[in-house]
């Protein structure tokens, strides 16, 4: 460029410089990875989960109370009095019906209605539920003998409700978010960065997350209305703020991405899955290519893609096997954690309001995984990925069941009832044993813990690894665990009476560890595997 004689000027030794450093700029290899910024509407879908949560969990938050203790007993807020271990049965067999038309949801959705519609009609039916469950904890219901009558109807409603929108409202948040198609931004300090479609929806599924926590956090004023007011009034809020979370979604609806219904995409599956059966469970077989070179006698209305895809929805469900035992241990927070703390000195406070914990927990720990654990580990290329993270939360459950055994054996050691507390025959129930509520606050914080690393890393990686037609049926499959984990959960409710509690959250805290390592020796591949295709995204790049 200067001739083989000639010395550069200053002048084009800096313009050398200059364009050297550009093309080093525009090496996407050196650019770090970040989320994309998300659209209003999903910020909008965010706040009415928000609210639908504030009526879900407000609703659940005073259950184990009204279902366990008589309405004349002495210490505690009550209504029909079934007992510890009944009202446990009681509300483990409320989330196995919640958990269980997810599937159906998926189906009306992906077949028919669409995510949003489908979200529609199911909030006509929770609000429903809502509406008999606060009729009929009126006093003058109960006198009449309507409390047992009206609990069972509205369950039936809610869990219809609830079903319809839970498998297909994380996905339609998911869904609000398209990549840009240039996919590298200028930052403002001349810094560029690569927006990473994976990264973002880990963000998704974390303000998910935290908008089902802050939604949650309902149950503390219900509580509060359950001691002070009366049961009725602890019902009639979420009501009246899912009343207010239909109005909103009616007059935005139109704002929102949605796609289409493919038609028989879950029947379609279905007829997959039998000619894999039939033929040794070989999914080559229920090939449109296959079935025409070997003569078969099936009339297939998919092709070859679709059977690829059923293939990955398959392998994203493997991961879900685990969950029933997961949520076995999980889901003692929302019942005999409750009951626990009901045995303890509480000073004033309502016994169900310690749960409040958690979703406290939930909003403090999001924000420090999300904005500084995680980046700072990235730093010393250390990338916590979905198995992992899974694997983790598993561990950390183990060690809050841990925690709660220690609990109970404390509550056993303590007069004046000891391993019988608020036993009729000592101080006619009147009396907690003394110890006090707070040693249960952190089993709340590692339950939390085990929900952000564990459940929240299990709706992404729903969505990321389905197929799109099959975002809603793979995420209804997720949530059905909950359902088998209820059905688990029913069958050690013996062990949930004194003096038996400490077994029980022994086992519990036990099965966890068996859980997490079972889990990370059987899908440790899948994370090298991901990886893998992070590295081939970025040199396609």
Not at 134 to 163: D, H, K, Y
Not at 383 to 407: K, N, Q, Y
Not at 489 to 509: E, Q
Request: hydrophobic share 45%; glycine share 6%; with cysteine.
């Amino acid at each position: 460029q200067y001739g083989s004689c000639d010395t550069p000027s200053p002048t084009q030794l800096a313009e050398a410089d200059e364009d050297v450093n550009e093309s080093v700029d525009r090496n996407p290899s050196t650019f770090k990875r970040i989320p994309d910024s998300l659209p209003l509407s999903a910020w909008l879908i965010a706040l009415i989960e928000t609210c639908e949560r504030f009526a879900f969990f407000g609703l659940y938050g005073p259950l184990q109370n009204y279902i366990q203790n008589d309405e004349n007993d002495p210490l505690r807020p009550g209504a029909i009095g079934l007992g510890q271990a009944g009202a446990t049965r009681f509300n483990q067999l409320f989330f196995l019906w919640c958990y269980t038309p997810p599937i159906c949801g998926a189906l009306i959705a992906d077949q028919y209605l669409g995510r949003l519609r489908t979200i529609i009609a199911s909030s006509f039916f929770m609000m429903a539920g809502l509406i008999v469950r606060c009729l009929t904890s009126l006093p003058a219901s109960s006198e009449q003998g309507f409390s047992r009558t009206g609990l069972i109807v509205a369950f039936v409603l809610l869990g219809v409700g609830t079903g319809g929108i839970k498998t297909n409202v994380s996905s339609l948040l998911a869904e609000q978010y398209v990549p840009p198609e240039d996919n590298i931004r200028k930052l403002k300090n001349g810094e560029s960065r690569i927006l990473d479609y994976n990264l973002t929806m880990t963000r998704i599924f974390m303000m998910f997350f935290m908008c089902i926590n802050l939604g949650s956090l309902s149950s503390l004023v219900t509580t509060s209305l359950e001691r002070y007011v009366g049961f009725w009034a602890a019902f009639l809020l979420p009501t009246i703020v899912f009343g207010m979370a239909i109005m909103m979604l009616l007059s935005t609806r139109h704002k929102y991405k949605t796609k289409t219904p493919k038609g028989s995409v879950i029947f379609d599956t279905f007829q997959v899955l039998r000619l894999a059966l039939k033929n040794r469970g070989s999914l080559e077989t229920a090939k449109p290519s296959y079935q025409s070179g070997h003569g078969a006698p099936e009339k297939v209305t998919w092709d070859d893609a679709f059977v690829d895809e059923v293939q990955q929805a398959l392998r994203a469900c493997k991961v879900f096997l685990f969950y029933p035992f997961y949520w076995v241990a999980y889901s003692q927070m929302l019942t005999n954690f409750i009951s626990q703390a009901a045995t303890m000195e509480t000073h004033g406070l309502p016994n169900d309001t310690v749960a409040i914990i958690n979703p406290i927990s939930v909003l403090i720990l999001v924000p420090l995984l999300d904005r500084f654990l995680y980046p700072y580990l990235a730093r010393f290329n250390i990338i916590f990925r979905p198995m992992t993270r899974i694997a983790w939360g598993f561990v950390v459950c183990g060690l809050a069941m841990l925690w709660a055994a220690g609990v109970q054996y404390t509550i056993y050691s303590a007069p004046p009832c000891y391993r019988h507390p608020r036993a009729y025959d000592c101080l006619e129930g009147k009396v907690p044993n003394r110890v006090h509520l707070g040693i249960q606050i952190p089993a709340y914080i590692l339950i939390a813990l085990s929900e952000i690393l564990a459940a929240a890393t299990g709706l992404e990686y729903a969505y990321l690894q389905a197929p799109p037609s099959m975002k809603s049926l793979v995420s209804a499959v997720m949530f059905s665990t909950a359902a088998l984990g209820s059905v688990l959960a029913i069958a050690i409710t013996p062990l949930t009476v004194d003096p038996r509690l400490v077994l029980m959250y022994t086992i519990l805290s036990i099965a966890c560890f068996f859980l997490a390592a079972g889990f990370w020796y059987t899908f440790r591949t899948y994370d090298q595997d991901e990886r893998q295709t992070a590295s081939s995204d970025l040199q396609d790049t």
